[in-house]
């Protein structure tokens, strides 16, 4: 069963009014979505989702609730071109990355070390690049950055190598195949904390999504999307994604290093954004839903007139 994470803060501070405009970059299984859509009964919801499984699930859930809504069946990197074409602009945006649990569950859906599956790990089933192609066809190299960089795994090296040696007699076919070529590379105290397959699988799903290009892209034309006084809530699940939302959300929240000493700063140059909150589950969130435990939701809103109110303020002092 999936449990949406920081339900209950998303809708909070997305500060959802009857007739707001909302986007749910992230549709999944629709927890977010569902709770959106009870709030906002003369609004729209607009939901991002490449998975049709999960939409056809999803629009079960949302149909029960109300018409007020539309899934676009595309990847959220496509978020401005859908949304410029429909002419929208929104007052609240929700990106939810954490991988949706009947997909980790769903062991032929390839994303889990605990359930045997062929190595898949695609959002996209239509995509060409799977978790086969990654593990069996990559170099060292970029096997071993792959999973230093996106999985901040500290036996990268020695994984890569034992991912290399194996499949030179054999190909790597199964997703618990991969999971006992990396457990029997990494040192015994390692195995003790936590499965030593879980920054690897991690990693592995993010090449083959391009999960982080795609989710820098679609954030910044996000930020364009939004009407002033309209908010994002990004809920990240690992250093990576959220070290990126908060680098540009201080980006467009922060006037330039360069200009903070001038008495008035030129107005073009003055944040349209505030950041308004840097929440984690609570422990009874955590207790409820162990998956919870790595979240992290950030909080922006765009104040147009920012600039303006400042300026007033130092020419009135």
Do not use: W
């Amino acid at each position: 069963m999936h449990i949406s994470v920081l339900l209950e803060e998303a809708i909070r501070y997305l500060n959802l009014k009857k007739n707001s405009i909302i986007v749910d970059a992230t549709l999944g299984y629709g927890g977010h979505s569902a709770y959106i859509l009870k709030n906002i009964p003369q609004g729209y919801l607009y939901a991002f989702d490449q998975d049709i499984e999960a939409i056809k699930y999803a629009e079960e859930k949302l149909k029960m609730i109300g018409q007020n809504y539309e899934i676009i069946n595309t990847n959220f990197e496509n978020i401005k071109k859908e949304l410029n074409k429909r002419e929208i602009k929104a007052d609240g945006i929700l990106f939810d990355l954490g991988v949706s649990s009947p997909q980790l569950d769903n062991a032929e859906r390839g994303f889990s070390f605990h359930h045997d599956a062929k190595l898949d790990m695609r959002m996209d089933r239509n995509k060409k690049l799977t978790a086969y192609e990654v593990v069996n066809t990559y170099s060292y190299d970029d096997l071993k950055n792959i999973l230093y960089k996106y999985g901040e795994e500290k036996y990268a090296s020695s994984i890569a190598k034992a991912i290399i040696q194996y499949r030179s007699t054999k190909k790597i076919d199964s997703t618990l195949e991969l999971s006992e070529i990396i457990k029997n590379s990494v040192p015994e105290k390692y195995r003790k904390k936590g499965h030593p397959a879980r920054k690897s699988f991690q990693a592995i799903r993010i090449e083959v999504n391009n999960e982080l290009a795609v989710f820098e892209t679609a954030l910044k034309d996000a930020l364009e999307l939004l009407k002033p006084g309209g908010r994002i809530c990004v809920i990240t699940f690992h250093s990576l994604e959220d070290r990126l939302c908060k680098q540009i959300f201080n980006e467009v929240s922060n006037i330039p290093k360069e200009l903070r000493k001038l008495p008035v700063v030129p107005i073009e140059y003055m944040p349209k954004f505030q950041v308004i909150a840097n929440i984690k589950p609570s422990e009874a969130e955590i207790k409820n839903n162990p998956r919870s435990r790595s979240a992290r939701m950030r909080v922006i809103e765009r104040i147009d007139d920012y600039g303006k109110k400042e300026n007033e303020k130092i020419k009135n002092n």
